[in-house]
């Protein structure tokens, strides 16, 4: 048999055969014609519709008379868009435990559903199966008139996974930072939390082999595993099971409340960085930069501004040491504009923007974001004064089309926008009683996206600041289906 399989040609057709029991495929007549075949099914995966989804909807902690709702949409999709065979059954939003009755549905695609609005907080969920998964998205808001929570706190529901980053963290004594980890499978998680400062990496055992339990919620109060370290940047990674991951942050000034909202996730680290949808108006503009690799960071900065790129004076070339996060005060040079801002490292890095009101009582934070590949959507609360689509193109001319659509589906505003290269382009959206989404898709170049809100210039004394911030991210309407890889290298020993 040895001197069978030393004729090279036996060994080519050995390897052949092998490769096709391995994979699944039928005795190969034309070699050529079956390698190329087998080479498309590795390289391109199949794309399947997503017939599931299950999101995490978390809400702030008790204080204050305040409110919360919950909005979701299963989206218009463009034309042509496939969806999951069988009925339209709805997707519910509903509490954590499995025999909780739902506080709302989505029950047609393109109507907004939205939950009962609740004055004791408690975290949603929106799960189902069916027509309906591909594409569904919600936001979870919270207002209160006074307290701790006084403003507003809005926050997209979050997918299920293994892997967050957030930057812009704190456990200093200004604020009340606490890390969420929601779990909506039935089974037991386990997450390690690497907590990264402006001294380095931290080692801090009490954020490692945090237990989420099923279709429960686990906290992280950051004041007490990093007292008095602020600038922080977290990296959650679950070792078994899936989690929804979140980070809700209070602010306070000695006595006085300071603001609260959400911090939206950061994209993963990379060597070209993308943070979107700087928000317009007086305030401070604080960029935090995380570097978790163990070499130094030198990274340039550009600001991405309405009328094209410049670099600042001063903070064209910055260096970030290794395992550290360093911060960069940027309204002085943003001069109230909205901007985006790109960072080109040697390093791989991620990053965040904290923005806050005027009067500095009210903030929001959006994280660095990855360019959109396909089709957005935002459910937008309810809001008093008028939000603003932000879109940038960091590099070539970009073009975007937009829709904005009503509770019922109908279209309120739809537009094909240009963006020019490097620059920064809004849309502002009047304010809006009722709750409304949005679909942004990319239709050339390379772009990023988020809609803000700020207050208005002159607020009514009773008036509720609300400042938010919400990424926009390609949305999961298909799932890539990778076949098996078969292991032909036996064959060839």
């Known amino acids: 048999m040895s001197r069978l399989l030393s004729d090279p040609r036996l060994r080519i057709g050995a390897v052949v055969l092998a490769m096709a029991a391995l994979a699944g495929l039928g005795v190969v007549t034309h070699p050529k014609k079956a390698d190329t075949r087998v080479e498309a099914a590795v390289t391109e995966p199949a794309r399947t519709v997503v017939n599931r989804t299950a999101m995490a909807c978390p809400v702030l902690a008790p204080g204050g008379k305040m409110t919360s709702v919950v909005n979701g949409v299963s989206p218009t999709l463009p034309d042509g868009t496939p969806t999951a065979p069988g009925t339209a059954e709805p997707l519910s939003i509903a509490p954590l435990p499995a025999t909780s009755d739902p506080v709302g549905s989505l029950l047609k695609r393109g109507t907004i559903g939205s939950s009962a609005v609740a004055v004791k907080p408690e975290t949603l969920s929106i799960q189902g199966t069916g027509p309906l998964a591909a594409g569904t998205v919600g936001t979870s808001t919270t207002t209160a008139q006074e307290g701790v929570n006084r403003g507003m706190a809005s926050v997209p529901c979050q997918l299920p996974g293994s892997d967050f980053w957030f930057v812009g963290a704190s456990g200093a004594s200004d604020r009340r930072d606490v890390l969420v980890l929601t779990n909506l499978d039935t089974v037991n998680a386990e997450v390690n939390v690497s907590v990264y400062a402006r001294t380095g990496a931290q080692d801090l055992p009490a954020a490692r082999g945090i237990v989420v339990p ?70 401070l503009r604080i960029l935090s930069v995380a570097n978790p690799t163990d070499l130094q960071a030198t990274a340039s900065l550009t600001v991405n501004g309405p009328n094209g790129p410049f670099k600042p004076a001063g903070l064209e070339t910055v260096q970030i040491a290794a395992g550290s996060v360093k911060t960069f005060m940027l309204d002085p040079v943003l001069h109230g504009d909205a901007s985006g801002v790109t960072l080109t490292s040697d390093q791989p890095v991620t990053a965040s923007m904290r923005m806050t009101d005027a009067s500095r009582q009210e903030f929001a934070s959006i994280g660095s974001a990855e360019a959109l590949t396909g089709p957005a959507y935002l459910v937008i609360p309810a809001h008093k004064q008028p939000a603003l689509l932000q879109v940038t193109a960091p590099g070539k001319n970009g073009s975007v089309k937009f829709e904005l659509r009503d509770a019922v589906d109908r279209v309120l505003s739809t537009r094909t926008l240009d963006v020019v290269g490097g620059a920064t382009s809004q849309i502002p959206f009047p304010a809006q009683p009722r709750p409304t989404y949005l679909m942004v898709q990319q239709t050339r170049g390379s772009v990023v996206a988020g809609v803000t809100l700020m207050p208005a210039a002159k607020p009514a004394d009773d008036d509720v600041p609300q400042v938010a911030a919400w990424p926009l991210n390609t949305s999961l309407v298909f799932r890539a289906q990778l076949g098996a890889q078969p292991d032909v290298s036996a064959a060839l020993r």
């Open 214 to 283: 099923a279709r429960g919620s686990s906290e992280l109060y950051l004041k007490q595993v990093a007292p008095n370290l602020r600038d922080l940047a977290l990296h959650v990674e679950s070792t078994g099971g899936r989690v929804a991951a979140a980070v809700r942050s209070n602010a306070s000034n000695g006595s006085e409340p300071a603001g609260v909202d959400w911090l939206n996730a950061s994209a993963a680290p990379a060597t070209k960085v993308f943070v979107p949808a700087v928000a317009p108006g007086g305030g």
